[in-house]
């Protein structure tokens, strides 16, 4: 186990609606990434969390937002939710706002009808 | 932008076969990350590599990072079914995936 926890484990939305995935990270790791992973696809990097501010975002509209609290746990907000949108939400903590070593929880699965 | 690729994309082996995957990048990395990922559960971290022409070894996994450090490999020896999943290479930066390689074993 990581240490990792994510919540809710599963989630069903209707398109249009918000949703707010929730991430703790490992202690000791103040850096905590999202990502994104479609059925049989690789994980997609959404963005990055380094103390409180967003340090790096992929390819991922504005409607994918997040925030990162002093305990440097995260949470990953999606506006108007599309059907597309429909995935495995993955959160990964690390150290020091970098990309190495990254512990995933065992993400949250969104399905958006 | 970085991008990684990973060919094969599946491979199918039988117990006991050895097996490879290989990651290439159109730019130099400063260290390439191995992944894998079991069927429904979340990618774990295997392993990293930093230095040109590097090999580590981890019981039947062998890890390569090519000379130009533009490429990597991760080798199988005699597969067994608990090898089961998808491997994933990942680059710096923002950590960009490949595709993986998914590995089914036959018993």
């Known amino acids: ?113 | 932008g970085q991008q990684v690729m990973q060919i094969p994309q599946y491979q199918h082996v039988q117990e006991g076969e050895d097996f490879t995957t290989y990651c290439n990048s159109s730019t130099t990395l400063s260290n390439i990350q191995w992944y894998k990922q079991r069927p429904g559960g979340h990618p774990v971290f295997l392993i990293q590599l930093v230095k040109s022409g590097e090999v580590k070894k981890q019981k039947r996994l062998t890890f390569q990072f090519g000379e130009a450090k533009k490429n990597s490999s991760l080798h199988i020896t005699a597969t067994q079914t608990t090898d089961v999943g998808t491997y994933f290479c990942a680059g710096p930066y923002d950590m960009r995936f490949g595709a993986g390689t998914r590995l089914t074993v036959k018993p």
């Open chain 1, 1 to 113: 186990e990581t240490g990792v926890t994510q919540s809710p484990t599963h989630l069903i939305k209707t398109r249009g609606q918000q949703v707010t995935l929730r991430c703790s990270s490992q202690s000791g790791h103040n850096t905590v990434s999202w990502y994104q992973q479609a059925l049989g696809q690789g994980p997609q990097f959404i963005f990055q969390y380094y103390r409180e501010e967003e340090n790096g975002r992929g390819n991922f509209p504005p409607r994918f937002s997040g925030l990162q609290f002093p305990n440097y746990s995260s949470e990953l907000n999606v506006n108007a939710l599309e059907l597309d949108d429909s995935a495995l939400y993955l959160c990964a903590s690390s150290l020091a706002g970098g990309f190495e070593k990254l512990f995933f929880g065992s993400g949250t699965q969104l399905s958006v009808l």
